[in-house]
């Protein structure tokens, strides 16, 4: 009788213990699927804009594990909103809030190659940081351009140079830092520049990615 009393308030009190919710997540842009956390890391896959995803967690920086489509990797949290909250939140600084589980990695050496190439204060992708990026993406400001020419896009993927490393992604939308060179593409009203290894298109007049080659 004692044991069955025992038993039963054990498992009352595991029943009563909270569980961590799964969080899904949309993202808002075309978005790299990683192998690790970080610039750098190797795309595995890209997902499409408004892409579900489902979190394993996160860490305290900006980088988040998730699985798409049976695929495990990582994503850039600013551009992914949680789809399981009243009004969408961006994932980005608010994973103690969604009870999402922090994940702890080793972020220094992506973080010292991000910064090197062109100095530590240009780690951010989009000018104003991830917050910025966030914003955005609440408000659906990531447009882009319709598909360049051919010849453009031939000519970008032809006379590649030297590639730049940021923090976060090169998406559609995002600013590139006035330290970083943007070059001129003959007979194109775009200028371009390798971001992260990846080619991208840029307006000249605000130095915002308007295409990324892929």
């Not at 009190?13 to 899904?24: D, E, G, I, K, Q």
């Not at 447009?143 to 896009?153: F, I, K, L, M, Y």
């Not at 031939?154 to 600013?175: K, R, S």
């Amino acid at each position: 009788m004692y044991k069955n009393l025992t038993l039963a308030t054990a498992l009352t009190a595991v029943s009563a213990m909270p569980l961590m919710a799964a969080v899904t997540a949309a993202t808002t842009t075309e978005l790299n699927l990683r192998a690790a956390p970080g610039p750098q890391a190797e795309v595995v896959a890209v997902m499409p804009q408004d892409a579900t995803v489902d979190i394993a967690g996160c860490t305290s920086t900006d980088w988040c594990k998730v699985s798409f489509d049976g695929t495990e990797g990582w994503a850039y949290s600013p551009y992914l909103i949680n789809t399981t909250m009243p009004e969408p939140t961006v994932i980005y600084q608010n994973t103690g809030t969604m009870e999402i589980e922090t994940i702890e990695v080793d972020n220094n050496a992506a973080d010292a190659t991000a910064g090197a190439a062109i100095g530590a204060g240009a780690a951010a992708l989009l000018v104003g940081g991830p917050a910025a990026v966030a914003a955005g993406a609440i408000l659906g400001a990531a447009g882009g351009a319709a598909a360049p020419a051919d010849e453009t896009v031939t000519y970008v993927t032809q006379n590649p140079v030297e590639p730049v490393y940021l923090n976060g992604e090169a998406v559609v939308g995002a600013g590139l830092p006035q330290e970083v060179e943007i070059y001129t593409v003959p007979e194109s009203e775009y200028s371009y520049a390798y971001i992260n290894d990846a080619p991208v298109l840029v307006n000249p007049e605000d130095r915002r990615i308007v295409y990324v080659v892929r």
